[in-house]
């Protein structure tokens, strides 16, 4: 398996514009996750998924950042409008509790972004 | 909030054992412990979990105490690509990361 896949792996744009990262997480696994990290904050998770439907959406900081998972193998995280303090690694991560330790979760290389 | 504290940084020299301890306050009944690694430009990695006792894998050793109010990570005869930082965790599929250990291992 190829394991998580993110992309773009970097991103750079300017205030205001929309921004969209995506995540194709490892097959067969029905939980996804999308995290920010920073310097400052360190890792949080922003939402997470169970077989397509959102469970737990308290983390996104704000009406600006929506995610979707229309099927079990695509997941998007937007920004719109993106702002500098948006800046950050996004990583996307699956598991499958089921087959494998229950806090096994697989992250993906992450997706640098930039908004100046 | 992390539910977890561990410290925040912590040397060492190749061969050594480097054993980090993380309390568990706060831990609920059905809670396990895990321990993640990241090194710099990728997510983290799973390590370990346990939830009572010891486990032990290819790659490390995790001591949990029967009141499960701390957890030990041992890395054995760590090398220099042992440096990263190190999370614990405890929580079902919902995980907190706090700010992690940073360990630096020296030749």
């Known amino acids: 398996d190829a394991g998580v896949i993110q992309s773009p792996r970097h991103e750079v744009t300017e205030m205001g514009q929309e921004v969209t990262l995506r995540c194709k997480p490892i097959?067969?696994?029905?939980?996804l996750f999308w995290y920010r990290q920073t310097m400052m904050r360190g890792l949080e998770l922003l939402i997470y998924f169970n077989n397509n439907v959102p469970i737990d959406d308290s983390g996104m900081p704000e009406d600006r950042f929506s995610a979707k998972m229309p099927n079990a193998s695509f997941s998007t995280l937007k920004i719109q409008p993106s702002e500098p303090r948006d800046s950050a690694v996004y990583f996307c991560?699956?598991?499958?509790?089921?087959?494998?330790?229950?806090?096994?979760?697989?992250f993906g290389p992450g997706t640098r972004l930039t908004v100046l | 909030l992390a539910k977890t504290t561990q410290p925040i940084s912590m040397d060492s020299y190749e061969g050594q054992e480097v054993n980090i301890t993380c309390s568990h306050n706060n831990i609920a009944t059905n809670d396990y412990i895990t321990w993640y690694q990241q090194f710099p430009s990728q997510g983290p990695r799973f390590i370990i979990q346990?939830?009572?006792t010891k486990v032990t894998n290819e790659v490390a050793s995790l001591f949990i105490p029967a009141d499960r109010k701390s957890s030990t990570l041992s890395l054995p005869r760590v090398s220099l690509s042992d440096t990263a930082v190190y999370y614990c965790l405890e929580g079902g599929n919902k995980l907190t990361f706090g700010g992690g250990t940073r360990v630096l291992v020296k030749p």
């Open positions: 097959s067969g696994h029905d939980y």
């Open positions: 991560a699956s598991s499958d509790p089921g087959t494998g330790a229950s806090n096994e979760q697989f």
């Open positions: 346990g939830y009572k």
